[in-house]
């Protein structure tokens, strides 16, 4: 059984994986959940920045929808060949191999999960109603100063409606196959040969 330990942030206790052909373990903090292959329902890889933070996610969920996240938080900007980003993408893509025997039918889902989605949405239609809000009272109420309000108005107007088109519900989700996603996972595995 191939195993992988690490802290998933700076401030959380470790975590260690477990995998072989017939499924994954984790433990952490003294309990253990163990996810079955035949059981896996979906799979799910995201990765995104804010500030000077690097989020990276591998959840995958079983046929009665527990979920089994094998998340990385470090800090942007540390380098391609930060021994945590290696080791967590060496151990992704290893974890894609053994899928790809065991479950060659699973695809795994791009982007935040639907409840990220809906924040983001929800977030930018309220920015979009905002901006339309305010720039038809200025229109109405105060016309002369429309020229200077104009720009702050115009910038939340399109930030909103491209936030909130961004992230729809319904919009269809991108989708690798095991093959693509070991392929992502070696290239941040071995950043020497990018």
Not at 13 to 20: A, C, I, S
Not at 60 to 69: H, Y
Not at 133 to 139: C, E, P, Q, S
Request: charged content about 20%.
């Amino acid at each position: 059984m191939a195993r992988y330990e690490y802290a998933p942030a700076a401030l959380s206790g470790k975590q260690t994986v477990h995998w072989d052909q017939d499924g994954l373990r984790i433990d952490k903090d003294g309990s253990s959940k163990i996810l079955r292959w035949v059981d896996l329902s979906s799979a799910r890889y995201w990765a995104s920045r804010v500030k000077t933070v690097d989020f990276y996610g591998f959840e995958l969920k079983d046929s009665a929808g527990e979920s089994f996240s094998l998340s990385m938080t470090v800090p942007a900007g540390t380098g391609a060949d930060n021994p945590f980003r290696t080791g967590y993408y060496g151990m992704l893509r290893d974890i894609c191999a053994v899928l790809k025997t065991a479950r060659p039918d699973v695809k795994v889902d791009y982007g935040q999960p639907k409840t990220y989605a809906w924040i983001y949405f929800v977030t930018g239609v309220i920015a979009f109603l905002f901006a339309a809000v305010m720039g038809f009272l200025l229109l109405t109420e105060v016309p002369d100063r429309m020229g200077a309000a104009a720009p702050p108005v115009v910038i939340l107007l399109l930030f909103g409606a491209y936030l909130a088109w961004s992230f729809r519900p319904g919009r269809p989700s991108v989708q690798f196959s095991l093959d693509e996603m070991a392929a992502i996972s070696e290239r941040y595995a071995n950043p020497d040969q990018r």
